[in-house]
């Protein structure tokens, strides 16, 4: 299962200091991270799936943590690069869902 193999890597590296006040997909990065951590766990357990809002909103992180990854120093650029796998994994388990 690699969505939980990219997710249990995320979380331990968790974040860098250097994240604070960072914002991404105009949202904080911590309150970013929280809302994708609660996506896979959904997706993970079940207990809901992702409706056509959410994987439009997953592909809006998508490109501004791209945008952001290029732009940022290493510590936060390494932090983009790995929750943007989490949520690349994310949107092909979800779009392999309704195929």
Partial sequence: MQLARIWCEHL???CPRELNGVEIAGSDARA???????CVSALLSS???LDERIERRLSDIHLALLGKQAEADA???AYCERLNRLVSALLTRTRAGRA
């Fill in 32 to 38: 970013l991270d929280a809302e994708i951590s609660a």
């Fill in 12 to 14: 331990a590296a968790g």
């Fill in 47 to 49: 207990s809901m799936t």
């Fill in 75 to 77: 510590p936060v650029a």
